[in-house]
């Protein structure tokens, strides 16, 4: 299991984003370059971005091309930016109205495969103001 207080405190760039409903904390998000690299391609060192507040806690690669994206998004607090890297890693944050919201404000509807109805497929979110988007696949 990860140590993601400790993450955090190492983390290059990280933001924190808040509710536009309540104010609440609907994520943080940190990004990690590791001192080994996770992988490599080309000889490029990747990072790790990880999360907690709106799934739990997580982490995922990050390839080495979308470093300074991310860092940047994160160092400006930017969750268009994040989401417009990869819609999953903010999945707090609505594309159409352009706010974030915390758990408590997004209904969630767990979609299934229709051959396989106990395999999960995805998670479609919908916003306070009714906009619908997939939070997880």
Not at 112 to 129: A, K, L, R, V
């Amino acid at each position: 299991m990860r140590d993601f207080a400790g993450d955090w405190n190492r983390a290059i760039a990280k933001a924190t984003f808040l509710c536009a409903e309540c104010g609440a904390t609907a994520a943080q998000v940190a990004l990690l370059i590791e001192e080994q690299p996770i992988c490599e391609k080309d000889g490029q060192a990747s990072g790790l971005i990880i999360q907690a507040g709106f799934f739990g806690e997580w982490a995922q690669i990050v390839r080495a091309g979308a470093l300074w994206p991310v860092g940047k998004a994160l160092a400006e607090g930017n969750a268009a930016a994040l989401y417009e890297i990869d819609p999953l890693w903010a999945p707090f944050f609505c594309p159409k109205c352009l706010r974030i919201y915390c758990r408590e404000h997004w209904r969630f509807d767990l979609k299934f495969d229709e051959e396989w109805p106990d395999w999960y497929d995805e998670t479609i979110g919908t916003c306070p103001q009714g906009h619908e988007r997939v939070i997880d696949d």
